[in-house]
């Protein structure tokens, strides 16, 4: 054989080895909840500072915003990962819908009641009787109403606080990590919160996906949730300029003080570390079946949730947590 189409023969097959041995990162989609704001700080984190290419994926991360369907963009496989709360998320398992919750995004969702800092309501049984801004058929409504034996009234939330800060008696669900700071800039004072879980209503926020896609990808979503995981713990205790600095990009209407007064509030609120005393980075994260079978007896005693529709091991699973 020529000496020189041998040498040729010998780079070609060693250039195709190195070809096969470099794999192409594996694309994962993420539909967030909301527009990009802090309570994304892992994903962004993650993202800025190559933790997702670390584990050999290529993340994408679409932001969200009022009327955004995490659900079903989810269901449909439209995006493989979702961020959702883990209530909403059973009542759509029980109906068939086919996802799987595997991380915690909050060990307990930030949602609750905002009150005025001058207002008569100082605890939940003060709610009998008053009208509430929230969505229709919020759980913890429901909740609220059987443990305290209150009637309310609800208002369509429309995502503004305008009719918050123009009545000093208003009561309006909202995230605390975000509404307090946006109305306080408004002009208005600093407002109290009645937190879900003061009332023994404890939820998470989670990150689903869907059955096909955990049964067809186990590695990319262990690889995921590993990045992901590093990604919040590196937002938390390090320097979180860099998520900050993607977020502004993604949400122009981010500001470096809005972020450093959410992200505060996060740390503060111990959301993502747990409230527990067994709270601490090793908690990002976790998911506990224990929490799952209160969450889903409470929602069938209230009569949301039909009996025996939905199970803890076909809602959640920890396959995917680093062990």
């Known amino acids: 054989m020529n000496p020189l189409r041998f040498l040729c023969l010998g780079l070609a097959a060693t250039n195709a080895i190195a070809a096969t041995a470099e ?4 694309k994962i989609t993420v539909q967030l909840d909301w527009m990009a ?3 994304h700080g892992g994903f962004y984190q993650a993202e800025a500072r190559g933790y997702f290419r670390d584990e050999g994926l ?3 991360l679409i932001p969200g915003g009022p009327g955004t369907h995490v659900m079903p963009s989810v269901a449909t496989g439209k995006a493989d990962i979702g961020q959702a709360d883990d209530i909403g998320t059973l009542l759509q398992q029980a109906e068939g819908m086919p996802f799987v919750q595997f991380a915690a995004v909050f060990q307990d969702d930030p949602s609750g009641i905002l009150v005025h800092a001058d207002s008569s309501v ?3 049984e003060d709610l009998q009787g008053k009208t509430i801004i929230a969505r229709p058929g919020w759980p913890f409504l429901e909740f609220l109403k059987k443990k305290y034996g209150l009637t309310v009234n609800v208002v369509a939330q429309n995502f503004s606080s305008a009719a918050f800060l123009s009545n000093k008696e208003a009561l309006q669900q909202g995230y605390y990590i975000a509404e307090p700071y946006h109305i306080t800039k408004a002009g208005g004072k600093m407002p109290r919160f009645l937190a879900t879980w003061d009332a023994g209503f404890r939820g998470y926020a989670v990150l689903i996906t869907s059955r096909k896609f955990a049964r067809e990808h186990p590695a990319e979503l262990r690889a995921f949730t590993r990045a992901y995981l590093r990604g919040w713990r590196d937002y938390l205790e390090g320097d979180p300029k860099p998520a900050h600095e993607a977020m502004k990009k993604a949400n122009a209407n981010n500001t470096d003080e809005f ?4 992200r505060q509030a996060i740390i503060d609120g111990r959301l993502v570390t747990g409230r527990e005393a067994d709270g601490g980075p090793a908690k990002i994260g976790r998911l ?3 929490r799952f079978t209160t969450q889903i007896a409470l929602l069938e005693d209230l009569g949301i949730l ?5 199970t803890v091991t076909s809602a959640m699973t920890t396959d995917f947590l680093p062990k």
């Open 288 to 290: 506990d079946p224990t």
């Open 259 to 262: 972020m450093r007064f959410s």
């Open 58 to 60: 290529d993340v994408t």
């Open 23 to 26: 794999k192409s990162p594996a």
């Open 122 to 124: 100082r605890k939940f």
């Open 37 to 39: 704001e802090p309570e």
């Open 306 to 310: 039909k009996k025996g529709k939905i």
